[in-house]
């Protein structure tokens, strides 16, 4: 009798040990699962960390670039007006922001060379017949206000118009037109294209 309570206490013995060592085994496999999940999440997040140090080192370099080019548009251009007694041209170095149409107008009205109420429309560069051309087209006070200049007036403002915007293109010629129309002021009709005033 005690042979049999000594066998199953043994038995008893043994199964709560081998369950143990195999809770205990399975709990080292459990804990060693969720180190290597940590670690992976951990490299995961210096990963993403370091893309965004990249990103954020792209983006400022990119800002960098962007202000170094707005930089670099400003341009020196030669804006023409007619001297004080209106006998030649004249020509005066002026900074304008970037190379536009609008800018160049705006440089022209600064001199007084125009009214500030006349606007670009359209400025188009092109190659006429081989030569390098422009068509600009402004808004109908660019007609009126040429309109009411005298014979001279209307030669140097035209003048002062055509050899400004030559030269800021670097073009040869230029065609002026008012809202798509040939300018026509009662003095003149400038239906082609124009070569530089002397």
Do not use: W
């Not at 809770?23 to 940590?38: F, G, L, M, V, Y």
């Not at 792209?58 to 170094?68: A, H, L, M």
């Not at 798509?180 to 003149?188: F, P, S, V, Y």
């Amino acid at each position: 009798m005690k042979r049999k309570v000594f066998a199953i206490l043994l038995v008893v013995m043994l199964v709560s040990v081998s369950a143990c060592s195999n809770s205990t085994s399975t709990d080292s496999s459990q804990t060693a699962n969720q180190k290597t999940e940590q670690q992976e999440d951990k490299n995961n997040a210096d990963q993403k960390d370091e893309n965004k140090e990249e990103q954020s080192g792209e983006n400022s370099d990119e800002k960098s670039q962007n202000t170094v080019s707005n930089e670099d548009k400003s341009v020196e251009i030669k804006v023409y007006m007619s001297n004080d007694d209106a006998t030649a041209f004249v020509s005066e170095s002026v900074e304008i922001a970037e190379l536009t149409p609008e800018n160049i107008v705006n440089a022209l009205i600064e001199k007084s060379v125009l009214s500030s109420d006349v606007q670009v429309l359209k400025c188009d560069k092109q190659t006429v017949e081989g030569v390098e051309s422009l068509e600009v087209d402004f808004n109908g006070a660019f007609g009126v206000y040429v309109s009411s200049k005298g014979t001279t007036g209307e030669y140097y403002t035209i003048g002062s118009i055509v050899n400004t915007f030559l030269d800021a293109y670097g073009c040869e010629k230029i065609k002026i037109t008012v809202e798509g129309n040939t300018l026509e002021t009662g003095h003149n009709d400038y239906p082609g294209y124009m070569d530089r005033f002397e």
